[in-house]
Nanobody, 124 residues
Framework: QVQLVESGGGSVQAGGSLRLSCTASKYTAESNCMGWFRQAPGKEREGVASNYLGRHTYSADSVKGRFTITRDNANNTVYLQMNSLKPEDTAMYYC??????????????????WGQGTQVTVSS
């Protein structure tokens, strides 16, 4: 069993930045892929970005050029640096972990473990 603990959410004005962190309780093959999803009220959960052992990264078109996902393998931690935030980025952000990322990295079914979520609110 792997626990994921997120931190770093909050409220910011449009154009601002936030950095989310997610630390896994331990390393296992089940956390080779760590990523971030988000869900806004009334919308489906969507993949934001994922990182496979620090070697490969994946991100949604909607955040490319604004969000960067990085990973500290030694500390089982993945970060999401969010710049140029927009009101439409407002959502609950969830950390997720699974065996692999790959071309289906954005599908929630790829992931085994989930964090409790951290709220990001961007005001205009």
């Amino acid at each position: 069993q792997v626990q994921l603990v997120e931190s770093g959410g909050g409220s910011v004005q449009a154009g601002g930045s936030l950095r989310l962190s997610c630390t896994a309780s331990k390393y296992t093959a089940e956390s080779n892929c760590m990523g971030w999803f988000r869900q806004a009220p009334g919308k489906e959960r969507e993949g934001v970005a994922s990182n496979y052992l620090g070697r490969h990264t994946y991100s949604a078109d909607s955040v490319k050029g604004r969000f960067t996902i990085t990973r500290d393998n030694a500390n089982n931690t993945v970060y999401l640096q969010m710049n140029s935030l927009k009101p439409e980025d407002t959502a609950m952000y969830y950390c997720a972990a699974g065996y692999t990322c790959g071309e289906k990295w954005y599908q929630a079914s790829q992931y085994i473990y989930w964090g409790q979520g951290t709220q990001v609110t961007v005001s205009s």
